[in-house]
């Protein structure tokens, strides 16, 4: 079993709907985040936790809310979505320190129509 | 603000011939350096990682980069590419202020292996 697990793995919708990403990892990390990646554009990050009580916006936080249920699942919303959400959505899990790497999950590709 | 610029969206080489992908960073304090992989429909795999215990590093896959704290950069290199090579490649710098761990990453560089 994949230790970063994130559902659905693909997902088509319209404009205005509200959408969930959710992810569980199985590495005990604290530490998860959500990434959007977009051609060109690298991976850029929209909100972060280091705890259940801890959520931190990212660069690109705007039109996104998460939601850390526990330890080990950290869901991505957006609660009105529009065509330039369209993107791949990865999460990732990582430890208190910075020398090491973090941990993703195989993405959820999302197509906003 | 730390950055990284990975020169060259879209990299193509011959099976059997040298790969280079060039990752460049901005850091006020020495980092931390990472290279991903990323194949189609996957996420991302670390390939290696730079933490200052020794300045050439070797990966996975017969991989290798270069800490050159001169040059500022991190360069990822593979005698001889193979077409399983074929995939997405991400640097990635790690913040070190405080205790607040986060990624900046390039925007990746496209490697295309030709028979």
């Known amino acids: 079993d994949a230790d970063v697990t994130q559902t659905p793995r693909n997902r088509i919708t319209k404009t205005g709907k509200r959408i969930m990403l959710e992810c569980s990892q199985t590495?005990?990390?604290?530490?998860m985040y959500w990434y959007r990646q977009d051609p060109g554009l690298g991976l850029r990050l929209i909100y972060y936790?280091?705890?259940?009580?801890?959520?931190n916006k990212g660069e690109i936080s705007d039109g996104y809310s998460v939601s850390r249920q526990a330890q080990a699942k950290f869901s991505l919303s957006l609660e009105s979505a529009i065509p330039n959400q369209t993107a791949l959505y990865f999460c990732?899990?990582?430890?208190?320190?910075?020398?090491?790497?973090?941990?993703f999950g195989d993405g959820t590709r999302l197509s906003i129509l | 603000a730390q950055s990284v610029t990975q020169l060259g969206s879209h990299v193509s080489v011959s099976e059997g011939a040298l790969v280079l992908l060039r990752c460049n960073y901005s850091?006020?304090?020495?980092?931390?350096l990472f290279w991903y992989v990323q194949y189609p429909n996957q996420g991302l795999q670390l390939l290696l990682k730079?933490?200052?215990?020794?300045?050439l590093v070797k990966g996975i896959n017969g991989f290798e980069a270069e800490f050159k704290k001169s040059e500022t950069s991190f360069h990822l290199t593979k005698p001889s590419a193979h077409m399983s090579d074929a995939a997405e490649y991400f640097c990635?710098?790690?913040?070190?202020?405080?205790?607040?761990?986060?990624?900046?990453f390039g925007k990746g560089t496209l490697l295309t292996v030709n028979p």
């Open positions: 990732a899990t990582g430890t208190g320190n910075s020398n090491q790497p973090q941990h």
């Open positions: 590495k005990g990390h604290d530490r």
């Open positions: 936790s280091f705890d259940v009580k801890d959520i």
């Open positions: 850091s006020s304090v020495p980092p931390y």
């Open positions: 730079y933490t200052s215990a020794a300045t």
């Open positions: 990635a710098v790690s913040d070190l202020r405080g205790s607040n761990y986060k990624l900046t």
